[in-house]
């Protein structure tokens, strides 16, 4: 079961996946990002990613990645960080 479903847009990556972190505090299973409204990704929203993937790690929370779009898993797959997710249409 989903705990936590969050909408990331695309002005906001960084911003709603640091709201995301903050949350995993109260999250027991799953957290959910909406990655429909992104449709490409800088730097430094992979370094709030990986972050963001550290922190649910430490605390046993996997983490659902929704409605990426291809260019985007490619990225996360060629930054290595495809493998700490799971992803979902």
Known sequence: MIAVWLKVE???IVHDVEKAAE???GVDGE??????WVQQINP??????????DVADD?????VLRSVNV????????????SRFSFVT
């Open 10 to 12: 695309q002005e906001r």
């Open 23 to 25: 949350q995993l505090d």
């Open 31 to 36: 957290i959910a990002l909406d990655f429909s």
């Open 44 to 53: 430094s929203a992979l370094a709030a990613i990986s972050e963001f993937a």
């Open 59 to 63: 605390r046993g929370v996997k983490v």
């Open 71 to 82: 260019e985007i898993y490619k990225v996360l797959k060629l930054v290595k960080l495809a």
